[in-house]
């Protein structure tokens, strides 16, 4: 009996990387570089849906340079909606379903309460637009798809908050973090794990064509709990000052939003419920202290 096979996109990305890992088990996994498959490029993307026909695609690559995409929006939105539409007009056609990340920058980033999927959307810059556009395009396509809003991802490789902290600790006698932006810190390796379980729950059989249910639509995925920037780098120098006794680390000092301008405007209010996600696919999100003292293990494996 021939392997399901699944495409993952953004292998070289931060969820793309440990989603190869966590669906290897689940069947042949195809994770091309961008030689192969540009999602710029909507040719590319067809001619390599119709090479691979995999019965699963996992779409982890973006454009998530989000201060940069205010200054690149074209580039921004053929990777992060155009891309996402190619993809599941292909998926469509074979019969395949997708995986997607999205984000709560979909959000306005308005009050305290935790949005719900529900809740009406009001990007504030340019990568929101473009992945709000991302959502909406693939859900027209009538393809059987799972999107999955994240928010903070960060794992112990990659480009991400965590390490650009653990990096300045030792190099810095002070770090100024915003205060004032409230969410929580997600995993790429929860991210990997839900992609996993969703794929395992959904298409429990492995053959035939998967047709869209009501499983289908969107879903909040982040990291449960919540904090700030601030509160996220303290407790990442304090788990690192337990690994690393003896060295002097930064002090980690909280500062506004207003204190740290930056080309993108960004939503002080990125909670995410995640209720749906646990009542649809019975799938918790870790704890972001604990999914950080996972990955504080995994970068120094002789700490506690
Ligand atoms: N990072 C966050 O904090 C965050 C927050 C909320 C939601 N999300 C969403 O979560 C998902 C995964 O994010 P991530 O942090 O894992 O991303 P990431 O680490 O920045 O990786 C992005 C991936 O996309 C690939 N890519 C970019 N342009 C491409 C192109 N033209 N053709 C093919 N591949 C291309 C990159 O490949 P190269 O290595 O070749 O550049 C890389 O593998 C994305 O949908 C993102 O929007 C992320």
Redesign the pocket.
Known sequence: MSRTRILV?????????AAVRFLAGLGEVVAP??DR?????PTSIRTLMREVRPRWVV???????VDKAESEPDLAF???AE?PRVLGEEAREIGAGVI??????VFDGSGERPWVETDPTGPLNV?GRS?LAGEQALAATGVTHFIF??????GAA????LLSILRMARERELLRIVADQHGAP?W?ED?ARLAAHVITQVDKNGQGSLQPNDLCGVYHAGGSGETTWHGFASAAVDMLREHDAGVTLARVEPIATAEYPTPARRPANSRLNCTKLSQAFGFRMLDWQESLRQVMRQLYPSGN
């Open positions: 996109t953004g292998a070289s990305g931060q969820v793309g990387s570089g961008r498959l540009d999602l710029a490029d779409n982890a690559a973006a454009h998530t340079a053929a990777l992060n891309a997607h990340f999205s984000t709560d920058y990568y992945k809003r994240t928010s903070w991802v960060y990659g480009k991400n908050f997600t790429s991210l």
